[in-house]
């Protein structure tokens, strides 16, 4: 290795923009982008989505993964480095490992469920439809395995299983070859979902409701709910993209790269939605159907297709492949803080985080088929907070989304904004990066991160706390 640590690097260029890619493109694209937006009425949320990703997500982006070039460490240590001893901006790393925490023990949930389709799709389940009521006996399979606590506890402990193997072989191995496959790969697929989506009769309603604006259920929680989505769908806020920066050779740019994967992983939810909701309204089914969306309405579209049942094996391995890709990515985080941090050796570190991860995603699991995490959670969340309270799953996915990633991103963009010298700031945005020299643009970069970003994720949780 030519660099003085001992830090493994990507294999090129194209390595980081596809494993940062393969973070950024994941459950949050194809399950939960389209299930908020149908909860929030479509069009106008949409538009505060893309707004937040523009103005707020990718400023921090490219602030986030020069930071993270910059230490050539981890979240911890990397603001440990950058900043005095005993200084609190540590925190912000710490608050992104706890983060990550959180946010892999319920996606592995939800991986675990494209993983059960996967195998539902092989026996056939999703072929076949005829009648309104077989159409309707494809929808009901979610319904069957959400209630189900042993077949979710399962699949829960296979997609960990599998991310902690990958995650084990290390960087460039594991994550980059999983990305340079199968990105491409669903890219394709969904272009073809959205074509055969075109002609169905609920394509044009469906087109309103995704680009038309809708004020009419537009509340201070969307709009929360919008800014902690551009955060979560891009992978920020926690240092995820931080760490995947800390592997980029110096040559590498962090402004196109950072432009690139924002594109495509905006581009992936919106052709999410195009592809699911003509499907929603050409057979009467609800926008608001909640985070079963995905499953209940793909399938049904499915089941009435000419080779209906390898479109669902190959819609369900590429969703399951984009979850492990960005599951990937939040364990690297938690787990190269004890790497880095404790020295600890890889698999010693991975191994054990990715098992107390597991343990404590047991009860996500079980949020759809116990009383205990279930409903009873739920009315002890109402109990407390008022409102109709959340179950153990849907409470740590608000928390973590809506609160946490913001508050990092936060702590982020005023870290990359103010904190660094302004000197390395200027060479470290320019360093590989044609686009990073213009001086106009490194400014307009660079009073958004310090000021437009950091005012609208403050005006919006205020907001949402009823403040404003
Ligand atoms: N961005 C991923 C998705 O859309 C999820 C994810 C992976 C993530 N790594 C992250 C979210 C880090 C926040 C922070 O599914």
């Not at 931080?242 to 402004?255: C, E, N, P, Q, R």
């Not at 499915?302 to 492990?324: C, D, K, N, R, S």
Request: proline residues 3%.
């Amino acid at each position: 290795m030519s660099d003085a640590t001992q830090r493994s690097q990507w294999g090129s260029k194209a390595g980081f923009v596809l494993a940062a890619a393969g973070s950024a493109v994941g459950l949050g694209n194809l399950w939960k982008f389209p299930y908020i937006t149908g909860e929030n009425g479509g069009g106008a949320f949409v538009l505060i989505y893309l707004f937040c990703i523009v103005v707020v997500g990718l400023p921090i982006m490219v602030g986030e993964v020069f930071v993270g070039k910059l230490a050539q460490k981890a979240p911890v240590g990397a603001f440990g480095d950058l900043t005095p001893k005993g200084s609190p901006w540590k925190l912000v790393g710490a608050l992104g490992v706890a983060t990550g925490f959180i946010i892999l023990s319920y996606y592995s949930v939800v991986a675990g469920w494209a993983m059960h389709y996967v195998y539902l799709a092989c026996t056939g389940a999703f072929s076949g439809a005829e009648t309104p009521e077989q159409i309707a006996a494809v929808g009901e399979h979610f319904g069957a395995l959400y209630a189900n606590p042993g077949l979710n506890v399962f699949w829960h402990t296979v997609f960990m299983a599998m991310t902690v193997g990958i995650v084990i072989v290390g960087i460039q191995k594991g994550v980059e070859l999983a990305a340079r496959i199968l990105m491409p790969t669903l890219f394709v697929m969904l272009i073809a979902l959205v074509g055969y989506a075109t002609t169905m009769e609920g394509f044009g309603q469906a087109a309103d409701f995704v680009f038309g604006v809708h004020t009419d259920q537009l509340t201070g929680a969307g709009v929360l709910e919008a800014l902690g989505h551009s955060f979560f769908t891009l992978s920020l806020g926690m240092g995820a993209m931080l760490t995947y920066g800390s592997y980029m050779k110096k040559a590498d740019g962090v402004v196109a790269t950072s432009v690139v994967i924002s594109g495509l992983d905006t581009g992936v939810a919106l052709l999410a939605c195009l592809a699911l909701f003509p499907i929603t309204f050409t057979y009467g089914m609800e926008a608001a159907g909640g985070p079963g969306l995905v499953f209940v309405n793909m399938p049904t579209a499915f089941a009435q297709m000419a080779g209906g049942t390898l479109w669902a094996i190959l819609f369900f391995v590429l969703l399951t492949f984009a979850a492990l890709t960005s599951a990937i990515s939040l364990l690297e985080v938690v787990a190269s803080y004890f790497i880095d941090e404790l020295k600890w050796k890889r698999w010693h570190a991975v191994t054990l985080t990715g098992a107390v991860i597991f343990v404590f995603g047991i009860p996500s699991a079980l949020s759809g088929g116990t009383e205990l995490f279930g409903t009873g959670f739920q009315e002890l969340v109402k109990s407390v907070f008022g409102g109709d309270g959340k179950n153990w799953f849907d409470s740590l996915d608000y928390l973590a989304s809506n609160w946490m990633l913001p508050l990092g991103g936060l702590g982020i963009a005023l870290f990359a904004g103010w904190r660094i010298d302004d000197v390395k700031r200027r060479e470290g945005i320019a360093e590989g990066s044609k686009l990073g020299a213009v001086v106009p643009f490194y400014l307009a970069w660079l009073w958004t991160l310090r000021i437009v970003a950091p005012i609208a994720i403050v005006l919006v949780m205020l907001h949402a706390v009823g403040v404003l």
